[in-house]
């Protein structure tokens, strides 16, 4: 027997009843050795790998439907279908499995259904009756038809004996003919009786009786007879809704007949399975398996015809971008493409991949940016929609559009802007649109769906689009109802001046979803967010929402300084501590007061992390600042526990320093006497440079830079690779009267005289409730006091690196506090 290979699409059934698309290959009917036997083979036209392979058993059922499908089941819950692109390919491979099992071609099922307490049965039955006997069809016999019909749904065998005695006699049209008779006459109980009869036949599960049922000249009768529940009073009106209710539209003529027809009854047939039949019960889930996969079959068909029109397509599109085309018109066009676009959800991969890549280069992507900012509300969901599918199918085929985009539109008219507008602008008080549209915005920016190639790093390159082109239009919001001039004048209007905007539900839950967004930003964008946080001091307007009446949205402005504080950066660390961050925290938990709620909890668990995880610079800054309120809360150990940390953090800190030889606690650095001066000079009249604020005497402010040796150029040279290699670390001073973090060998009077020469942060954070001038006056004035003989050891030396990366941390400060 020789080989035939056809084009097929493989498909199994899920749990669900429906079918999945396992792919597409070619198949062949041959002699497998390991299964010892005929078998059907399946090799994927993409790589030549096997998507199928099964041996064909003498005792499986097959079953040839709709001329180009084959199914079957090899377990109780697997069944198959292969879906033959000709029908002279599925012919082929039919007569190939009924001559192994010697079957007549001919027929549409090779064996009998059969269960195990059925087979019994039926092989003590004799071979005469091989079908079931149908009372003529007659208005007298319909009780008689309806009991028949009824009673063999329990029993597979003769469920398809029913289905055969069916078929062979033309027995629908004649039941379809007695309805009209027995609606003429308002013959009631023969209408119940037919309802019955119907729904028995659609029980069957058979193919080429619903071919029959559902074409053109039946279907309307079909739907009349379903009409006439015996257990509803009055009858429904399906017919008039299918009728006069629901009206074909073709926004552009469709002269295929074939396709409009298949359009016709695929609807009508949607609607028979979806609203009339009433939902099976668990004996009855799976009668209507082949009603779905005949609804599944007819809608890729549909949409492959469809795709293969352009002439159609182009005219489609033509219409949508065109700026003369009227708003009910885009209207019933956008609808069109949203009803395409889930109908192609049928298709296998490949052809939804051409689907997809057809639609983007008919141009849907500009289409949908001129009809997501129309003021229609239905299109704007319906292209929300069609945005939905096309970003669930490639990100990245939307990711490189908006950047092609970006170098001939402005940012204002950007796609991935009008999305992020839509998102902002959503009118549905529970903000439904602006929920789905945030999601796609994630998988937009999600770097694990994000292509790296040889020549392209899809990742860099759009996310730097993101954050120049975009970010701004996603954190407007946030930063418009969290700037300044909001909170005083909220302050003042409002009875409680700590109660600040947003009070407007609406409002709140769009910050909540913009905090979410930015939280993931967080998660998974590294330095990219980390520059936008720090430029735009984000962290802190954030916090202002921990203000808020509405706890929800308190939430998400703590998960967001939670996320940063997981990363355990010291950048991100530095950061908090300058602008004492925590401050509105810990306000928050005192005045969350006694209550054990999520926001407490949430608080606690803030701070529990920063004692598990023994982040040092934030244990030294809480507590130094804030343990004094902290220290009543008992209910929990977190806060004692970071007071522990502290003090053997700074425990440690003396021992170390205490056994160093007292040589180098005093001379640590000293070298000849002559460079020693100079070093001191210019670290002070640097420092005077840097500062703008005088910080040593007049008679050494005097000194001429001609008095210095060499050393001097060989010093500065020493202390721009030092400040070069700390730069990304160490944050600079700023003109509001903040403090870089500079770390030197300063005498500290808290410390005595011994302790004159220990590394210290030269500007410490400010405590909370005081501002950073008062901090920067004192610590400029104890610096200029300090007599200058214990000014040894200022200057950082190249050979001191070791050292000064173990001791540049902000929590080996000389006083520690009390």
Not at 495 to 510: E, G, R
Not at 601 to 625: G, M, P, Q, Y
Not at 684 to 704: C, I, L, Q, R, T
């Amino acid at each position: 027997m020789s080989d035939t290979r056809r084009r097929v699409k493989v498909y199994t059934l899920n749990e669900d009843r429906q079918w999945d698309d396992r792919g597409t290959g070619h198949v062949s009917s041959t002699y497998v050795e390991r299964l010892k036997g005929m078998s059907l083979l399946v090799r994927a036209e993409s790589d030549g790998s096997l998507l199928l392979e099964s041996k064909i058993n003498a005792n499986t059922a097959y079953q040839k439907q709709q001329d180009t499908l084959i199914v079957w089941s090899e377990a109780e819950n697997y069944d198959l279908a292969l879906s033959f692109q000709e029908k002279a390919g599925c012919d082929e491979i039919w007569e190939k499995i009924c001559q192994v099992q010697g079957k007549d071609p001919s027929v549409e099922v090779t064996q009998d259904l059969i269960d195990e307490s059925e087979e019994d049965r039926f092989e003590e039955m004799p071979e005469t009756s091989h079908l079931i006997d149908l009372p003529t069809c007659e208005l007298d016999k319909l009780e008689e038809i309806a009991d028949l019909v009824t009673s063999v749904l329990s029993s597979p065998i003769r469920r398809e004996k029913l289905a055969l005695a069916l078929e062979n006699e033309g027995y629908i049209k004649k039941l379809l003919q007695l309805f009209q008779t027995c609606e003429n006459l308002d013959n009631s109980e023969g209408l119940h009786h037919l309802y019955e009869i119907i729904r028995g036949i659609l029980f069957l599960n058979k193919a080429t009786l619903f071919e029959v049922m559902f074409s053109d000249e039946c279907i309307m009768d079909v739907v009349g007879c379903l009409e006439y529940d015996p257990a509803i009073a009055q009858p429904k009106s399906h017919r008039e809704f299918l009728t006069k209710t629901a009206k074909f539209k073709e926004v552009i003529p469709i002269t295929d007949s074939e396709l409009r027809q298949k359009i016709h009854q695929t609807y009508r047939v949607q609607y028979i399975q979806d609203i009339i039949l009433p939902t099976p019960s668990v004996f009855e889930e799976n009668f209507l398996s082949t009603l779905t996969s005949f609804i599944f079959f007819n809608k890729v068909e549909i949409v492959s015809m469809l795709q293969e029109d352009e002439k159609f397509l182009s005219e489609v599109f033509a219409q949508l971008t065109d700026e003369a085309t009227d708003d009910d018109k885009r209207r019933e066009l956008v609808n069109f493409f949203k009803e395409f676009c889930a109908f192609s959800q049928t298709l296998q991969p490949q052809s939804r991949d051409a689907f997809f890549k057809t639609l983007a280069n008919l141009g849907i992507l500009p289409a949908l940016e001129i009809v997501m900012g129309m003021d229609d509300l239905q299109v704007r969901c319906a292209a929300t929609d069609i945005f939905s599918y096309l970003v669930e199918f490639s990100p990245s085929m939307v990711r490189d559009f908006v950047m092609q985009e970006a170098q001939q539109s402005d940012d204002d008219i950007l796609l991935i802007n009008v999305v992020i507008e839509q998102m902002i602008c959503d009118a549905d008080p529970e903000l439904g649109g602006a929920v789905q549209l945030m999601g796609l915005l994630r998988t937009l920016i999600d770097p694990e769906n994000m292509l790296a190639t040889a020549n392209k790093t899809e990742k860099s390159e759009f996310l730097n689009f993101f954050y120049n082109h975009s970010m701004h239009v996603l954190t407007a919001p946030l930063l418009a109802n969290t700037s300044e001039d909001k909170v005083e004048k909220d302050a003042v209007i409002g009875s409680d001046s700590s109660t600040i905007c947003p009070d407007n539900f609406q409002t709140a839950q769009l910050l909540a979803l913009i905090l979410e967004l930015l939280t993931f930003c967080v998660e998974h964008h590294t330095y990219h967010i980390k520059n936008y946080i720090m430029n735009k001091d984000l962290l802190r307007r954030v916090l202002i929402l921990m203000n808020s009446k509405h706890t929800f949205l308190a939430l998400c402005a703590l998960r967001f300084m939670r996320r940063i504080i997981g990363l355990k950066d010291e950048f991100y660390n530095r950061y908090i501590i300058k602008g004492n961050l925590f401050e509105p925290v810990i306000n928050a938990l005192l005045d969350n007061g006694t209550r054990y709620n999520l926001l407490n909890s949430a608080i606690i668990e803030l701070f529990e992390f920063i004692r598990v995880e023994d982040i040092k610079s934030l244990t030294v800054h809480i507590v130094d600042n804030f343990y004094k309120s902290l220290e009543t809360i008992e209910y929990v150990q977190t806060f004692k526990g970071l007071q522990t940390k502290y003090e053997q953090e700074k425990d440690r800190q003396n021992q170390k320093l205490n056994s160093l030889p007292s040589i180098l606690r005093s001379n640590r650095f000293r070298r000849d006497a002559r460079a020693l001066e100079d070093d001191e000079d210019m670290w002070f009249n640097e420092d005077e440079d840097e500062e703008g604020e005088a910080v040593v005497s007049p008679v050494e402010k005097s000194k001429s830079e001609d008095e210095f040796p060499e050393s001097y150029e060989k010093f500065m040279e020493t202390k721009k690779a030092k400040e070069s290699e700390d730069k990304e670390n160490l944050p600079k001073r700023t003109t509001g009267g903040g403090f870089k973090f500079t770390f030197s060998h300063s005498g500290s009077t808290a410390n005595g005289a011994n302790n004159s020469h220990n590394k210290s942060v030269a500007a410490q954070t400010p405590p909370a409730g005081s501002n950073g001038s008062a901090s920067k006056n004192a610590n400029l004035n104890a610096t200029s006091t300090t007599p200058k003989g214990s000014l040894v050891g200022l200057v950082d030396y190249p050979d001191d690196d070791d050292d000064e990366e173990e001791d540049t941390s902000p929590r080996k400060r000389p006083r520690l506090g009390s």
